[in-house]
């Protein structure tokens, strides 16, 4: 067994040891590794100095944890609903089902509490972040009921038959025969090429078969990659398709109305299968990189592992370019203190001007000479200078650099 990969960003506590490649690819792992190589392998890595999860910890933002709730509750929903059965969300069998669950109110809270639970022990949200995204999303549980019912209201669910259309009877494995009727979070893989994914709502029918993917943000021509991805993966595997039956439809569907578009035929698959084989071939060799490369983009401001990649710091904005109320991040070094709240940094690169940091408490110990990296600094203003400004929010983070690294 070879050394673990370590890798230090030279950020306090971020010594990373670094993962290998994946047994499987799912698309959107792929997808992340072709956006930015070093993300990828930054966003996966352990970090036993920081947590004892895997992965970099990751700042949720609440639109995105919205999302997942409205996701997690669909899924919740339409397997106790498929599991019973029902073909639809009316009806005596789906109210009764519903009923059971508590409510769609109900569930939506639960499958909150159950994605909060995974912050309990986030180290960058330590000092209250959390407690200021439960209460953000608390109140929008209406808003999360409202739209799981909308999917709903446009579903149909086809009744499983029972020969070959459960699991097998050991249940260690999620992979199995698919028979006729609808299945909610149907495993696929294709072994050969190393992939794999998990599709919302797989509806098998005797001649043909259904995919439908849940999504819950904006619509995006993306999201029909993924489905014919999913289309590979149906062609491909041995298990779930031991029966072959073909591919008919993919859906996406979105909160307001579904695209549903015909499945590629069978060369089309080939070719697919084909493109996905080099994708795997490619990506297994960016994660074993010793150096896996930075593409640094639009894509950066929502990337977690920011504070580790100096790729990243350089193309920050100049503070004084900024509006007032503006969010920006910022590397510096502190010069001195100014009052009881605020700080001179100066910025490392000759771009940009010293920078007036003023903080909500006087609790901040910085240090002169100190490096700083600086997420979700507020511009401000001062009348009185023309100096730029920035306001260390309850929501900023402060990362101090140790080290010179290149990463
Ligand atoms: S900050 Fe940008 S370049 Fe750096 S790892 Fe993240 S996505 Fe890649």
């Known amino acids: 067994m070879s050394d673990p990969r370590t890798f230090d960003p030279g950020i306090r506590g971020s010594v990373a040891v670094l993962p ?21 392998v930054l966003s996966r ?20 944890l919205f999302g997942d709730v409205v996701h997690d509750s669909l899924e919740a929903i339409v397997r106790a609903l498929a599991a019973q059965g029902c073909t639809s969300a009316s009806g005596p069998e789906a109210i009764s089902v519903l009923r059971e669950l508590g409510g769609y109110s109900e569930v939506a809270k639960a499958m909150l509490a159950k994605r909060l639970a995974r912050l309990d022990d986030n180290p960058r949200l330590a000092g209250g972040g959390r407690e200021r995204l439960q209460d953000q999303l ?5 808003e999360a009921r409202e739209e799981v019912q909308h999917y709903l209201h446009r579903m149909t669910l086809v009744p499983r038959q029972s020969a070959g259309s459960g699991p097998n009877s050991r249940g260690a494995s999620p992979r199995y025969a698919r028979g006729v009727g609808s299945h909610p979070e149907a495993t696929l893989q294709a072994d050969e090429l190393r992939a794999w994914g998990r599709i919302d709502l797989l509806t098998v029918r005797p001649v043909q078969v259904d995919i439908t993917d849940y999504k819950t943000g904006a619509e995006d021509e993306s999201h029909f990659d993924q489905l014919r ?17 073909p591919l008919g439809t993919l859906t ?34 960016l994660v074993q990189s ?25 193309t920050t904005p100049e503070p004084a370019s900024l ?8 590397e510096g070094t502190v010069v001195e203190r100014n009052g009881i709240k605020s700080w ?57 650099v140790t080290g010179e690294s290149d990463y």
Do not use: M
């Open 290 to 314: 010793d150096e896996p490369a930075a593409r640094p983009g639009d894509h950066c401001a929502f990337c977690a592992v920011r504070p580790l990649c100096t790729a990243y710091w350089p």
């Open 138 to 142: 608390e109140h929008r549980i209406p």
């Open 45 to 64: 890595a352990t970090y036993t100095d920081l947590w004892d999860r895997t992965g970099y910890p990751e700042v949720p933002s609440p639109a995105a």
């Open 20 to 40: 290998d490649v994946p047994a499987l690819w799912s698309y959107s792992s792929l997808k992340a590794v072709e956006t930015c190589p070093r993300r990828y």
């Open 229 to 245: 991805f999913y289309a590979v993966l149906w062609d491909q595997d041995n298990v779930s398709n031991s029966s072959r039956t």
């Open 344 to 400: 001179w940094l100066h910025d490392l690169g000759p771009r940009k001007g010293p920078l007036l940091l003023r903080t909500t408490s006087a609790h901040h110990a910085f240090e002169p000479g100190q490096r700083l990296r600086l997420l979700g600094l507020r511009r401000d203003e001062d009348p009185d200078s023309e100096v730029a400004v920035a306001v260390l929010a309850q929501t900023s983070e402060v990362f101090l």
């Open 323 to 330: 509006k007032r109320g503006s969010w920006f991040d910022f």
């Open 252 to 285: 996406a569907s979105y909160p307001s109305r579904e695209v549903t578009i015909e499945a590629p035929d069978a060369a089309q698959v080939q070719t697919l299968a084909q493109q996905l084989s080099a994708r795997v071939t490619t990506a297994d060799e």
